[in-house]
């Protein structure tokens, strides 16, 4: 297999270097820019397999990056690296198109982690298959799928058939992109506008259920779909 290329885009010397060392010890080649007009300068030559991208960059900032690219690039992984902790601005993040949310200071092998995750979901690495799992932990909620509960700190709910199958594909597909129309064409069968109008229903529901934990949020993307975040 090639090596995988990695677009860094980081402006702080001493870490762009540790995380570049890094990668390379693991056999990525990565391609290392330290503003934001060299990182689309560099996409555009390199056409990288993922993008990890500083927030605060001069020149452009990395959501400024991450909007241009998306504009003609859907698929290319998209990490940002920020010290920004308010839910605000990892929204912002995620409604611009980005995969993944990696908040400062974090350990190089956490990062190494989550782009061999990306990389995986988009058949790039090989990964062994797992049983699917009933369970899944929502930043600080348990929601046990097969039995329709979601557990916070404070309650148990109990959910309907039509929340927890929603809730299901969110959390299978956490991170990433939900398609609108795939969500109502298999749980609904048909995404006709009496099925688009339900769905906005429940997506209400789950939202004022997830409401236990502030960092979890259901975003929007407009025009495409939605996206289980935390």
């Not at 090596?3 to 990565?30: G, M, T």
């Not at 502030?214 to 939605?226: D, H, K, L, N, P």
Request: proline share 3%; glycine share 4%; aromatic share 8%.
């Amino acid at each position: 297999m090639n090596r995988i290329k990695v677009l860094l885009a980081e402006d702080e010397p001493a870490l762009a270097h540790i995380i570049r060392e890094s990668l390379e010890e693991r056999n990525f080649e990565v391609m290392l820019c330290n503003n934001g007009e060299q990182a689309l300068q560099c996409y555009r030559k390199y056409q990288p397999d993922v993008i990890a991208l500083d927030v605060m960059m001069p020149k452009l900032d990395g959501f400024e990056v991450a909007r241009q690219i998306r504009v003609q690039d859907l698929k290319t992984p998209i990490i940002f690296l920020t010290a920004r902790s308010q839910s605000k601005d990892v929204v912002t993040g995620f409604e611009l198109g980005a995969n993944d949310y990696l908040k400062k200071p974090f350990g190089v092998e956490e990062l190494i982690v989550r782009i061999k995750v990306l990389l995986s979901s988009y058949r790039m690495l090989d990964i062994k298959s797992h049983p699917a799992s009933s369970i899944y932990y929502i930043g600080s909620m348990v929601f046990n799928a097969d039995k329709g509960i979601l557990q916070n700190e404070i309650e148990t709910i109990s959910l309907t058939t039509r929340e927890s199958d929603i809730l299901r594909v969110f959390c299978k597909n956490s991170h990433q992109v939900v398609e609108r129309k795939i969500l109502l064409n298999n749980l609904w069968g048909d995404d006709n506008f009496f099925n688009a109008r339900s769905l906005d229903v429940f997506i209400t529901k789950l939202r004022r259920h997830l409401e236990a934990d502030a960092q979890v949020q259901i975003v929007t993307i407009r025009g495409v779909g939605y996206k289980l975040v935390w």
